[in-house]
């Protein structure tokens, strides 16, 4: 048993929709989020640069002793988790585009993918891609400029709903049932999503099963803490307070929010 944190890392505050699946979950645990929203967004970024921000964050959480790392960035686990996991030594739990349970569930046979240009460029994204999709067809549709419009804490704007169709609405006309959202900032969008998106269309995201996945590691390795009494939460973020602090009270959190410059 443990009482040390858990550390969870995204280019802003997207992450904190995987936090609010892990701290529901395992509401005893306590929790250290970094938001790096001065460097978002990272899917614009080369890999080198995604490998390096991803590097500071989690040493940044190290030295602040987290037991385990989350990546709650689809991006950053993409294009960095291997080389986390072969260089420390804690356990980290990584976030993919969760396309496995939209190929097993399409009925159109055609399932749609939204995410950053960094997670639709990795080999690992290939690479789970290509093992889950025989027989189906994924239309990758890049978000750009989502993820700042998101980060700029407006999520009910005319411009960003007329975005987010432009890229919705050409999957749409190919005959998307699934529609899998392959960044964690994306599940905001989910309210305008509902507004554009027909009854038959479902959208996935892979929140739920990556809390799971964070209670079973810690379970596994012996780390789930002896406390009794709800966790504690810290947010640091190195970009605009308010604009994390907005998000938290969206999803009813009432956590301060700390500006620091990791
Ligand atoms: N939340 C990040 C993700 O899941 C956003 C990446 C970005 O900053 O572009 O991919």
Same mark, same amino acid.
Request: glycine share 8%.
């Given at each position: 048993?443990?009482?040390? %944190? ?5 280019? #802003?505050? #997207? ?8 701290? &529901?979950?395992?509401?005893?645990? &306590?929790?250290? =989020?970094?938001?790096? @929203?001065?460097?978002?967004? =990272?899917?614009?970024?080369?890999? &080198? ?7 500071? +964050?989690? &040493? *940044? ?17 993409? +294009?960095?988790?291997? =080389?986390?996991?072969? +260089? *420390?030594?804690?356990?980290?739990? #990584?976030?993919? /585009? ?8 399409? %009925? ?33 549709? %890049? ?13 009910? @704007?005319?411009?960003? *709903? %007329?975005?987010?169709?432009? =890229? ?17 900032? *994306?599940?905001?969008?989910? /309210? ?13 995201? @892979? ?13 596994? +390795? ?8 709800? #966790? ?23 956590? @301060? ?6």
């Amino acid at each position: 048993m443990d009482d040390k %944190r858990i550390g969870i890392f995204d280019s #802003g505050i #997207g992450g904190t929709s995987i936090w609010g699946e892990i701290q &529901e979950l395992l509401p005893f645990e &306590e929790c250290i =989020y970094l938001a790096d @929203s001065k460097n978002a967004p =990272y899917g614009e970024k080369p890999a &080198e640069q995604i490998l390096a921000l991803s590097i500071k +964050n989690t &040493e *940044y959480l190290l030295s602040q002793g987290c037991k385990l790392i989350v990546v709650a960035c689809n991006t950053a686990t993409t +294009n960095a988790i291997d =080389y986390l996991r072969s +260089n *420390y030594d804690v356990p980290f739990i #990584g976030i993919e /585009p969760a396309i496995k349970p939209a190929a097993i569930n399409t %009925r159109s046979k055609i399932v749609g993918v939204l995410a950053t240009k960094g997670t639709l460029s990795s080999s690992l994204f290939h690479s789970t891609s290509k093992n889950h999709t025989e027989g189906i067809t994924v239309l990758e549709q %890049r978000g750009t400029g989502l993820v700042e419009m998101i980060e700029s804490g407006n999520l009910d @704007s005319e411009d960003l *709903y %007329r975005l987010l169709e432009r =890229y919705i609405t050409p999957m749409l006309e190919k005959g998307m049932d699934y529609l899998v959202l392959g960044c964690t900032h *994306y599940p905001y969008l989910i /309210p305008l999503l509902k507004k554009m998106l027909p009854e038959n269309v479902t959208i996935i995201d @892979s929140g739920q099963a990556v809390a799971r996945q964070t209670k079973s590691v810690l379970e596994h +390795n012996d780390l789930l803490t002896s406390s009794a009494v709800m #966790g504690a939460h810290q947010f640091f973020t190195n970009g605009d307070e308010n604009v994390l602090a907005t998000i938290l009270q969206s999803v009813k959190a009432k956590h @301060s929010v700390t500006f620091k410059d990791f």
